[in-house]
């Protein structure tokens, strides 16, 4: 029900599949050959700059949108709100997490973490979109 950006919404899921096979192809190898091989920070960091994007898009689909009931009254604005706080803080995550495996090692391991941690705030958050579905 969304009607802004409708054309680059659209070309947006082939776009990524075309950047996925380039990857791929020629810059990651598809099959691990390495502990942290398999890995892909380019691939995780594009999939959380999308889903941040759609996120966004959601949010201001709300806005415009100007129902009287509150916005955490919304479908989905709990999932939504889960999802944009996971991808905001885990994109420099994985954006940066094979050269911190290079640079330092523990602090690597250690960051994953507060990914950890957030994961669980997404979970939480889904659990209370469930709970007010019901």
Not at 48 to 72: G, N, R, V
């Amino acid at each position: 029900r969304q009607r802004f950006m409708l054309k680059l919404k659209q070309v947006i899921p082939f776009a990524f599949i075309v950047f996925v096979l380039v990857n791929f192809s020629f810059f990651e190898n598809f099959i691990p050959r390495g502990e942290y091989e398999g890995f892909s920070s380019r691939l995780l960091a594009t999939e959380s700059a999308l889903l941040l994007f759609y996120c966004l898009q959601y949010f201001i689909f709300l806005i415009i949108e100007d129902k009287t009931t509150t916005l955490s009254r919304q479908p989905g604005f709990w999932v939504v709100t889960g999802l944009s706080i996971y991808v905001a803080v885990n994109f420099f995550i994985f954006l940066f997490y094979h050269y911190l495996i290079g640079a330092t090692r523990n602090f690597a391991v250690s960051i994953w973490d507060v990914h950890n941690i957030v994961f669980i705030i997404f979970c939480m958050f889904t659990a209370i979109q469930l709970y007010r579905k019901k």
